[in-house]
Structures are given as C-alpha cells and as structure tokens.
Nanobody
Framework: EVHLVESGGGLVQAGGSVRLSCAAS????????IGWFRQAPGKEREGVSC????????FTVDSVKGRFTISSDNSKNTVYLQMNSLKPEDTAVYYC???????????????WGQGTQVTVSS
C-alpha cells in the first residue's frame, strides 16, 4: 500500500523559505512520479511541481518557477519542495501525490498524503 507523509510546513514571513518533505513507501517499481499540489482556502487543488524517479526530470508550474525547487533523495525515498521568496498567496495546504509512470506535469492519482499547512504572513 502506497503511503505518503508530508512534513515541514509552518508559519513563515513573506520573503522567507520553507522546505517540505514527502516520505514515500509501499511501492516496489522504479517508474513513478511524485508531485506536489496545494490547496488554498476556497480554491481547487492545483499542481505545483513533480519529479520523475526514472530519470530525475522535473516540472514546475510557471507561477512558482524560480522560487520553488523539487528534488529527491532516493536513498531515503523522500521528495523535497524547497520554497523560497514566499508570498502570502502561497498560503495553502501542500500535498504530495504518488503516480505510477512518467509525468510531464503534475498529474494526480488516488494516492495522497495528509497534507502540511504553509502559512505566509505579510
């Protein structure tokens, strides 16, 4: 069973940085992607970034490109989202998602973590 656990959220001032972690387990094949999504109050969940385990390729949406960086440590089965120059509009619950196969953009599946809250104060 796929299991995802996010951590690292919290309260940060605008302009600050946060690093989120997604610890993944419960799958045995190498061709998969892990995506980061976020959901702000009253808004739909949106994809932010994803990384493919097969070749390490990444995709990041334009709205956060240059500020957010996704990376992975395969020895720890953990994917990170480094978020810099945070803005109040980045406030959301951040979720990671596991999806089998290659992803050219954040594509969701039924496998979600519990989410971690990031609040950016102005």
């Amino acid at each position: 069973e796929v299991h995802l656990v996010e951590s690292g959220g919290g309260l940060v001032q605008a302009g600050g940085s946060v690093r989120l972690s997604c610890a993944a387990s419960g799958f045995s094949f190498d061709d998969y992607s892990i995506g980061w999504f976020r959901q702000a109050p009253g808004k739909e969940r949106e994809g932010v970034s994803c990384i493919n385990n097969k070749d390490g390729s990444t995709f990041t949406v334009d709205s956060v490109k240059g500020r957010f960086t996704i990376s992975s440590d395969n020895s720890k089965n953990t994917v990170y989202l480094q978020m810099n120059s945070l803005k109040p509009e980045d406030t959301a619950v951040y979720y990671c998602n596991y999806r089998g196969g290659y992803s050219y953009s954040p594509a969701r599946s039924d496998y979600w973590g519990q989410g971690t809250q990031v609040t950016v104060s102005s």
